[in-house]
């Protein structure tokens, strides 16, 4: 092999694209002075990577005009399959000088002219330092007949944008940091759906319709808790609530404390026409994560309402079912009945919430799972808590040889 041969130029054209779109878009841009040759590979690339603003020298002044000129410059090219925005601001250096609402437009022309480009992925994403400030995107649907996958992290989206009715073929949908401005959020096409670290807004609960979700991860999110609506061909679904909810009382109860003035029980019964807030829809999953804190009252709440898990076969539990006298894991085991195996994670809870009387009130005689194989309880120490749940697990019919107790403690 000659000394300094250029052999990758002779690879397929098909090959030197693919292997530019793993660049990010300005590094694969300034391939153009390699050679002749080499000139305008970039312009073919099946994906584009945008990461910076603050990297970049003069910021957002000299990153703008560039993630403007290589849009057009893809116009009626090439097809693009993929598009990545990798933002990061800073407030005080880039936006402080910069107009605000102005930056929010040239970003929302970015993303219109990505979909006119009939991509298939669309990943967005926004950090901003020294604070959290969400992008607001503007008031119109994202529409695209060609987009199957949307990744958006830390905008801001209202009922217009969180409608992606308009994207009949989106299948896969993941929201991180976003604030949830909208009385409803759907899709018919949704397949696979994952919001984390999202604000769901006090003053209302956020509707979420998904009928064709096959899997659903909703975790450490904030604010009320959304309704969930039907989600038949749901198979596997992870709920996690830490301590940034606003439905748990501000005094102390597990149910409505009946106090007009209690911000935290306000939205117990109403003010909208529903029983079951979320768990309904969670019912025909197979396999089911839930976890919060016992003061989280909702999940007691739709106890009282909720339709058998008639398909549930692993069940999850941690922290919130040890109030209430264990009536939760009691109603699970009443209402699963091809429930294979169990879990249970305790959590310490004050003597005074333990004994506290919860929303659902357990049948006199339960009747435990018939297919149920192992129900395994997580703990740190083998505690009063513990030997309550095995106390329980016994009473509903569970022979001991089937409770398998870990501790992670000494």
């Known amino acids: 092999m000659a000394r300094g041969a250029d052999h990758i130029s002779d690879l397929p054209e098909g090959v030197l ?8 878009a300005h590094d694969a841009v300034r391939t153009c002075v390699l050679a002749q040759s080499w000139r305008h590979h970039w312009r073919f690339t099946p994906a584009v990577r945008l990461a910076g603003c603050t990297g970049w020298a003069g910021g957002v002044y000299t990153f703008g005009p560039f993630v403007d000129g290589l849009l057009l410059a893809r116009r009626g090219g090439a097809p693009l399959d993929s598009c990545d925005f990798d933002l990061d601001l800073d407030i005080d250096l880039d936006l402080g000088q910069y107009d605000v609402p102005k930056m929010e437009r040239r970003v929302n022309s970015w993303i219109r002219r990505a979909l006119r480009r009939q991509i298939q992925e669309l990943r967005f994403e926004v950090t901003t330092t020294p604070r959290r400030l969400p992008l607001t995107l503007e008031d119109r649907p994202l529409a695209s007949e060609h987009l199957t996958r949307l990744e958006l992290m830390g905008v801001r989206g209202n009922a217009r944008v969180l409608d992606f009715s308009c994207c009949p073929a989106l299948v896969d949908l993941k929201m991180e940091e976003c604030d949830v401005a909208s009385l409803e959020m759907r899709s018919p096409s949704l397949k696979h759906l994952r919001i984390r670290y999202c604000l769901f807004y006090s003053n209302y609960r956020t ?12 975790a450490t999110n904030i604010g ?17 609530y830490d301590h940034s909810y606003d439905d748990r009382c501000d005094n102390g109860r597990l149910d409505d404390c009946g106090d007009a003035s209690c911000y935290g029980c306000y939205y117990y019964y109403g003010p909208y026409d529903y029983n079951c807030v979320f768990l309904e829809g969670l019912t025909k999953a197979t396999d089911l994560k839930l976890s919060a804190y016992p003061d989280m009252y909702v999940f007691n709440r739709d106890l009282e309402w909720c339709s058998a898990f008639s398909k549930l076969k692993t069940l999850v539990l941690r922290r919130w079912f040890v109030s209430a006298d264990l009536g939760a894991v009691i109603w699970f085991l009443c209402h699963a009945p091809l429930l294979e195996k169990l879990t249970l ?6 003597n ?9 009130k357990p049948l006199e005689q339960p009747i435990a799972a018939r297919h149920l194989q192992i129900v395994e309880i997580k703990c740190k120490d083998v505690d009063e808590i513990v030997l309550k749940i095995v106390e329980v697990l016994n009473a509903t019919g569970i022979p001991q040889e089937k409770i398998r107790i870990q501790c992670s403690g000494s």
Not at 18 to 23: A, D, M, N, V
Request: aromatic share 8%; glycine share 4%.
């Open 17 to 24: 694209h693919h292997i530019l779109s793993l660049l990010p």
């Open 207 to 218: 509707g979420l319709s998904f009928p064709s979700l096959v899997s659903f991860e909703f």
């Open 224 to 240: 009320r808790v959304p309704v969930l609506e039907s989600m038949p061909s749901l198979e596997t679904a992870k709920v996690r």
């Open 345 to 350: 994670k305790p959590s310490k809870v004050s």
């Open 352 to 360: 005074d919430l333990m004994k506290m009387e919860g929303s659902y």
